[in-house]
């Protein structure tokens, strides 16, 4: 039997779409819902712009600081039950937003969801699927985030038109309803185990522990990586959460600029694809290094379109693309940069950098712009990308280095 026939034997084409709709939702519902529903909230319940978003770095930080844990528990086989719970409590939590009368109810309610996110999100369904599948998951992690890519045109619609229609309130209870009603049995469902008989000896999980952690950190290239994940959340954070008022700052149109704004979405999706085609040409490690080109070029765009606003459009085509296909690199190449064994560890823990970047992103930039305006914020990310591209090319370089040892 080949090593792609026994993968589908035990992780069925089936379970992948299923995880894949799943995490559309999860995302949706969790993540994208914040800033979908942020202006109704401020509106209706008088709450400044500080204090709400104060909640969602709060949950974005909390999130990372569980996600350790969260593949530590994976490790040790309970992807499934991580999976579920977290998404059933997630959807109970967002439901309870509905009744929240005071900023404090928000905030802890906020904390709580970001616990959840940790256990549901991309890093733990990565995770378990590296776990099930080995060498074989790059292909489910990249028809998962084809789909998934698609969350923020679910959320920001949805949000607007129930919210429109019925209420903020109404809203999060439906996305609530959606969490609970589809994405749950289809999680239920995308990480049934195979029975034993079914699955071949070379696909069992390999089984983890507290040492593979203490191993893999013991390595430079841990740190590399965690430098280079770090400032792709870092940068990509600071440019989606100052995007409307950087462009604003240089009279761009608001239509133009929500326009750009909303394309990077589906530009990361097609850098996806583009990525399925020449997978099979270029391993996973150069393209993870292209993408960094591709987000140097993004920043230089956006600095050139200040002088010659055409540039907009390249820079949301490299933005988009670049940053697009780091949610499939970042897990193949942790895994094959520093193994599988004991990956929802090591991955939780990478994922610490990375999620705590991306949640501090945004006051990162301000406090930058308080001193020397976009301009600084703009060379700082260039700057960022360049450090993210070292030290992912040095811990290429270091990994060849063991691996012919």
């Given at each position: 039997m080949?090593?792609s026939?026994?993968?589908?034997?035990?992780?069925?084409?089936?379970r992948?779409?299923?995880?894949?709709?799943?995490?559309?939702?999860v995302w949706a519902?969790m993540?994208?819902?914040f800033p979908a529903?942020?202006?109704?909230w401020?509106?209706?319940?008088?709450w400044?712009?500080?204090e709400l978003a104060?909640?969602y770095?709060a949950?974005?930080v909390?999130s990372?600081?569980?996600?350790?844990?969260?593949?530590?528990?994976?490790?040790?086989?309970?992807g499934?039950?991580v999976?579920?719970v977290?998404a059933?409590v997630?959807g109970?939590?967002?439901g309870l937003?509905?009744v929240?009368?005071?900023s404090w109810?928000?905030?802890?309610l906020w904390?709580?969801?970001?616990?959840c996110?940790?256990?549901?999100l991309?890093e733990?369904?990565?995770a378990?699927?590296?776990?099930?599948?080995g060498g074989?998951?790059r292909?489910?992690?990249t028809?998962?985030?084809?789909i998934?890519?698609?969350?923020?045109?679910?959320s920001?619609?949805?949000?607007g038109f129930?919210?429109?229609a019925?209420?903020?309130?109404v809203?999060?209870?439906?996305?609530?309803v959606i969490?609970?009603?589809?994405?749950?049995p289809?999680?239920r469902?995308?990480?049934?185990?195979?029975?034993?008989?079914?699955?071949?000896?070379a696909?069992?999980?390999l089984?983890g522990?507290?040492?593979?952690?203490?191993?893999?950190?013991?390595?430079?290239?841990?740190?590399?990586?965690g430098i280079?994940?770090?400032?792709?959340?870092?940068t990509?954070?600071?440019?989606i959460?100052?995007?409307?008022?950087m462009?604003?700052?240089?009279d761009v149109?608001v239509?133009?600029?929500?326009l750009?704004?909303?394309?990077?979405?589906?530009?990361?999706?097609a850098?996806?694809?583009?990525?399925?085609?020449?997978?099979?040409?270029?391993?996973?490690?150069v393209?993870?290094?292209?993408s960094?080109?591709f987000?140097?070029?993004?920043?230089?765009s956006?600095?050139?379109?200040?002088?010659?606003?055409?540039?907009l459009?390249?820079?949301?085509?490299f933005?988009?693309?670049?940053y697009?296909?780091?949610?499939i690199?970042?897990?193949?190449?942790?895994?094959e940069?520093?193994?599988r064994?004991?990956?929802?560890s090591?991955?939780?823990?990478l994922?610490l950098g990375?999620?705590?970047?991306?949640?501090?992103?945004?006051?990162?930039?301000a406090?930058?712009?308080?001193v020397g305006?976009?301009?600084?914020?703009r060379?700082?990310?260039?700057?960022?990308?360049?450090?993210?591209?070292?030290?992912?090319?040095?811990?290429m370089?270091?990994?060849?280095?063991?691996r012919?040892?």
């Amino acid at each position: 039997m080949t090593s792609s026939a026994s993968t589908a034997a035990a992780f069925p084409t089936g379970r992948v779409a299923a995880l894949a709709i799943a995490e559309t939702l999860v995302w949706a519902g969790m993540f994208y819902s914040f800033p979908a529903l942020i202006a109704y909230w401020e509106a209706d319940l008088g709450w400044s712009k500080t204090e709400l978003a104060g909640a969602y770095s709060a949950a974005l930080v909390c999130s990372a600081l569980c996600a350790p844990l969260m593949g530590k528990i994976i490790d040790k086989g309970h992807g499934r039950a991580v999976l579920t719970v977290c998404a059933v409590v997630g959807g109970v939590l967002v439901g309870l937003l509905s009744v929240v009368q005071a900023s404090w109810q928000f905030f802890v309610l906020w904390l709580g969801i970001g616990v959840c996110m940790s256990g549901c999100l991309y890093e733990p369904c990565f995770a378990f699927v590296t776990r099930m599948m080995g060498g074989e998951a790059r292909r489910a992690i990249t028809r998962i985030t084809l789909i998934a890519g698609f969350a923020g045109t679910v959320s920001f619609p949805l949000a607007g038109f129930v919210s429109e229609a019925y209420g903020w309130r109404v809203a999060v209870l439906t996305f609530a309803v959606i969490i609970l009603v589809v994405a749950i049995p289809l999680f239920r469902y995308g990480t049934a185990l195979p029975a034993p008989e079914e699955e071949p000896e070379a696909r069992k999980p390999l089984p983890g522990s507290s040492s593979d952690l203490r191993r893999a950190m013991a390595k430079p290239t841990f740190w590399l990586l965690g430098i280079t994940f770090s400032m792709i959340g870092l940068t990509h954070g600071i440019i989606i959460t100052h995007l409307l008022p950087m462009l604003a700052e240089r009279d761009v149109p608001v239509a133009t600029a929500v326009l750009a704004a909303s394309m990077i979405g589906p530009m990361q999706v097609a850098g996806r694809v583009a990525m399925m085609v020449v997978e099979r040409r270029l391993s996973m490690q150069v393209i993870c290094a292209v993408s960094f080109l591709f987000m140097i070029a993004a920043i230089s765009s956006l600095i050139g379109s200040m002088a010659l606003p055409a540039l907009l459009v390249l820079f949301v085509f490299f933005q988009g693309s670049g940053y697009g296909v780091t949610s499939i690199t970042r897990p193949v190449v942790t895994a094959e940069i520093l193994g599988r064994q004991g990956f929802g560890s090591i991955s939780g823990a990478l994922a610490l950098g990375f999620m705590g970047a991306n949640a501090a992103a945004a006051t990162l930039g301000a406090a930058i712009w308080e001193v020397g305006g976009y301009a600084m914020v703009r060379w700082m990310v260039f700057g960022c990308v360049l450090v993210g591209l070292m030290a992912f090319l040095t811990a290429m370089t270091l990994a060849k280095r063991e691996r012919a040892a």
